[in-house]
């Protein structure tokens, strides 16, 4: 098994991510306010040294207004 964070599909959807908070004009700094975690978690995440569990992952998607399976789906 592929450890998550080095998975070429990991960082597909973590560019996703990236993508949706750009399209929505947000700042690292106000995604990290509007999840109540640290800009460096933020940028950790979104830089692939920080690995996002389930949980998590659902937080980020409600905050940038998208649906979680729609990124799901592009780990199949």
Known sequence: MIK???SPKYGKLIGWL???RKARGL???ELSTSLNITLTAVHR???LERRLD???Y???C???GVDP???IKMLR
């Open 45 to 47: 995440i979104e830089s």
């Open 27 to 29: 700042s690292l700094r």
């Open 54 to 56: 389930v949980f998590e």
């Open 62 to 64: 409600h905050a940038l």
């Open 69 to 71: 399976i729609d990124g």
């Open 58 to 60: 659902v937080q980020y």
């Open 18 to 20: 990236i993508a949706a």
């Open 4 to 6: 998550t964070i080095a």
